[in-house]
Structure formats: C-alpha cells, structure tokens
C-alpha cells in the first residue's frame, strides 16, 4: 500500500502545474505576435526596396534603348484606384517606357476593314512600317476588341501632360485607309495632284473611260492603316497632323498594391499622371558611351498607409545617382 502511494506521489510530481502552462502559452503567443509582425514588416521592406529597384531598371532600360538606337524614349509615370466609389479599392502606380518608332504619314478620315467592311473612326497610317506584318487582319469591332496604344512624341510638355494628351487607343489590326488623290503629295507614288500626273505623263482623259483626268487614278489610293478604337480615351483623329513622330510601349510594369508614384493619392479607376508624370530622353543629350547622364527628376515612391490615401509615406526615391550603371 506504501508503495502505491509512493507511485502516485512521483506520478503527480511529473506533471506541470497550470500556472505553467499558462506561462508556456502566453510566452509562446508572445514569440508568434512578435515573429508574425517582423515577418510582414520584412515584406513591406521587400515590397518598398523591389517597387523602387524595378522603377530604377525601367528608367535605366529606356535610358540605354535610347543610348543603342539613336531614338527619344520616355518612360511615363501615373497612378490609379481599383474602385472609384468614395476613393476605395487599392490604390496601384504604374509605369510605361515607349520609345519613337515613326513617324505618321496619313491621316485618314475612314476607310475599310480587309473584309471590306466600313472603317469610319479615322486611321492612322505610316507609310514605312511593317503593320501589314504587324497586326492581323481580321477586324474584331466594339469597346471590349483587342487594343494597341500609339503615342505621339512630338515634344516633352505633351509627354508630360499625361497619357490621354499624348496618345490615342487603336484597334488591334490593320485596316485599309482611303487617300485623298488631292493632298497625298508626301506618300510614295502619289502626286500632289491627279491634274499633274496627267500632265507629266500627257494625258487628258482616263484611257478606256472617256473620264476626265480630275477622276484618273493611279493606282496607288490605298494604304495600310490602325483605325482608332470605339473606346479611345485620348488623343482623337483631329489630334494628329502628317509628320508627327508616334511611339510604341517596349516595357511595363505595376507597383504592389497601396505604392504609387509621387505622393498624392490618385482618385480615380482611369490613370492619373503622377508627379513628375513622365521622364524623356533625346539622343543629343547622351554625354558619354558609357556615362549617360541625362538631367532627369526624383521618381517619389510613396506607400499609401490607409485606403482614403491621408496617410502616405515615402518609401524610396529613384534619382541621378541611382540611375548609373553599377562598375
């Protein structure tokens, strides 16, 4: 009988109190508070250093695309909400650099799909590029068809004032313009007038038609064209003249959710252009092969620490310094 209660006794003893498992537990919901929140501030850190490293690599990628190909680049920079209603939904920076790939040379005010549809939004047409090659053919109408962005890079200011002063939405395939035989002096094989090139090539009349020379054609009144898109929310056909100089995107990239660019909240779904709004190179200011020092602006990249945008904190800035290659 001793020997049982001498068991019990050594049995009880082996065990822990609740005194220390209350202990055990609050020390171990300590350790998971304080290893849980340096996790998420280490991903915010992450989050802050990537967002300013990849902005620095884009600016940098445009910078050297300028360098290499003798052509003005740009990279713009805006900013958007997910959810317009009372400035809610997450708030995103984004980032775009183009670079000059044209210049227009036409600007027609209709003209026809490949499967001879009617085109009537206007077209826009470079002569020199391969959009016959480029785009499909096959036209696919309406707000929610496939879209490219073509941007006109005439001067800086424009760059600057934001993306929908400064480009126009396109169709996503190539259409036929119609020229005007009266004013398609600048195309290849076109005259200034049909009038002169009857002249110059001593006819009168159109052979086989009895037509007069005014109604002769040549045989050159078509081209390949982008027709502006149903949902362009930029420039518009009338904003575009002969000669200007148009660019292409060659890269993108968003920011992680609540990191925008500069440091006011944007307010609406649509971008809004950020502070600077954008940054352009032209190939005469390039000093040096392998020190290209062009006088750009801060980039600001601010953290929106509440969803109506009152609180923001700088997390980073991409500058001159930042933007040289590393030895």
Partial sequence: MNRKNSFSS???RAGFTLVELIVV?????????????????????????GAVQDTASLVRFAMQTCLIDQVPTAVLFMNFRSDRANNGGD???????????????????????AQGGTVSGGMLVDEFADWNQSFTHEAATGPRALSTRIYRMQSESELKSGIRKCSSLMYNWVGIASLDRFNA?????????????????????????????????????????????QSNDGLAVSGWKIGDAYGTQIAEFTLPKNYIFGTKAPQRTDTEPASPAALVFW??????????????????ISQLNDIEGKDISTVGKVNRESLKDEP
């Fill in 283 to 300: 190939p005469d200011k390039v000093t040096s092969s392998s020190d290209y020092e062009f006088s750009t602006q801060e980039i600001t």
């Fill in 185 to 229: 002096e600048y195309m290849i094989g076109a005259q200034t007038k049909v009038e002169d090139w009857c002249a110059a090539h001593g006819r009168t009349e159109n052979q086989g038609t009895g037509e007069p020379f005014s109604t002769y054609k040549n045989g050159n009144a078509y081209r390949w064209g982008l027709p502006f898109h």
């Fill in 25 to 49: 537990i609050g020390l171990m919901a300590m350790l998971a508070t304080v290893s849980t929140g340096g996790y998420f501030a280490v991903q915010r850190g992450m989050a802050a250093r």
């Fill in 91 to 113: 708030a995103y920076g984004r980032a775009i650099a183009i670079r000059m790939t044209g210049r227009i040379s036409y600007v027609a005010s209709g003209g026809q799909t």
């Fill in 10 to 12: 050594r049995a009880l």
